[in-house]
């Protein structure tokens, strides 16, 4: 208040409520919640089983941002060493609400070495099959974005010719610029 009295201008109240309710507005507008956008989805393996000369793979698609992602194309393809297990490509348009999950379906009939691997989880021979999955998509808002991860099959107990996936390693998720 003193400095106010030598400054010779006189002390109005209303302007340091509009101050402090202007500096409140930009303390609010820093600190209010981010939308996360531009960040590729995370694709894994829901489900897979042998169905006959087939063998069924469904996969999640997870929006890891806040808003709608707009899917054009979907390519994945699921390795086992250097060997590919499962490709499951499309050209379909997929929607996948902010933070949501769209589930997407592979069938193929698997060669004799992808059966001979996956009978060896269910006779016991084997506990567990490392795999890499390589995933990308191209979006409407964001271009071409890819997911890499690896992880481990096991057998469903009790239930031959099922697998489930865990995943061990999520790499950098990555956003390629054209």
Not at 85 to 105: F, H, K, M
Not at 121 to 128: E, K, Q, V, Y
Request: aromatic share 6%; charged share 25%; with cysteine.
């Amino acid at each position: 208040m003193e400095f106010l009295k030598r400054s010779g201008k006189p002390f109005r109240p209303s302007h340091a409520v509009f101050a402090l309710a202007a500096l409140a507005a930009l303390l609010l507008a820093a600190c209010g919640p981010q939308v996360i956008k531009g960040r590729p989805p995370f694709i894994s393996i829901s489900d897979m089983h042998l169905e006959g000369d087939s063998l069924n793979t469904g996969f999640d698609i997870s929006n890891q941002n806040g808003i709608p992602m707009t899917v054009d194309s979907v390519d994945i393809v699921v390795k086992i060493h250097t060997t590919e297990l499962v490709r499951y490509t499309s050209q379909d348009r997929l929607e996948i609400s902010a933070n949501g999950t769209e589930e997407v379906s592979a069938r193929h009939e698997p060669d004799d070495f992808t059966r001979n691997l996956l009978n060896s989880l269910d006779d016991g021979r084997l506990n567990s099959l490392a795999f890499d999955l390589e995933g990308s998509v191209m979006t409407a808002e964001d271009g071409k974005l890819r997911s890499e991860h690896t992880g481990h099959l096991y057998p469903v107990p009790g239930k031959p010719g099922y697998y489930r996936a865990a995943v061990t390693q999520a790499r950098e998720l990555i956003r390629e610029d054209f």
